[in-house]
C-alpha cells in the first residue's frame, strides 16, 4: 500500500474529524496531494489539494472555509482538518497524489490513490 488513509468516523453534525494519509517518500517528495470524496450514487469530487511544498492550497467551494489540508512533508503525510461538518459531507475520503506538484481537480490528474476511509455525519 502506498497510500494509507485514516481517520474517518461518525461524528453529529456541526463536529470536527481530521484524516490523515501516510505516503511513502518516493511518491510524496515532489507531488501536489489532494483528497476527494465519493457518496453513493455520486461521482468522485475534488475536495482539497495541496502543492508539493504546501505554498498554495486549493477547495472545493462546498468546503471553502470549514475544511484545510495540510502537509508535513518530514512525515510524508497530508491532513484533512475538517470542522463544522454537515450530513451532505458524508462519503468515503480518499486522498491522492497528483502526477506533478501542483493538484488539480481531476481525478486523471492524479497517479496514486488512497484505499479511502468513509466519513459519516449524523444530523
Known amino acids: 500500500v502506498q497510500l494509507q488513509a485514516s481517520g474517518g468516523g461518525l461524528v453529529q453534525a456541526g463536529g470536527s474529524l481530521r484524516l490523515s494519509c501516510a505516503s511513502s517518500?518516493?511518491?510524496?517528495?515532489?507531488?501536489?496531494m489532494g483528497w476527494f470524496r465519493q457518496s453513493p450514487g455520486k461521482e468522485r469530487e475534488f475536495v482539497a489539494g495541496i502543492t508539493w511544498n504546501g505554498g498554495s492550497k486549493y477547495y472545493s467551494g462546498s468546503v471553502k472555509g470549514r475544511f484545510t489540508i495540510s502537509r508535513d512533508n518530514a512525515k510524508n503525510t497530508v491532513y484533512l482538518q475538517m470542522n463544522g461538518l454537515k450530513p451532505e459531507d458524508t462519503a468515503v475520503y480518499y486522498c491522492?497524489?497528483?502526477?506533478?506538484?501542483?493538484?488539480?481537480?481531476?481525478?486523471?490528474?492524479?497517479?496514486?490513490w488512497g484505499q479511502g476511509t468513509l466519513v459519516t455525519v449524523s444530523s
Open positions: 491522492a497524489a497528483a502526477r506533478g506538484s501542483i493538484p488539480g481537480d481531476e481525478t486523471n490528474e492524479y497517479r496514486y
Open positions: 517518500r518516493r511518491i510524496f517528495s515532489n507531488n501536489g
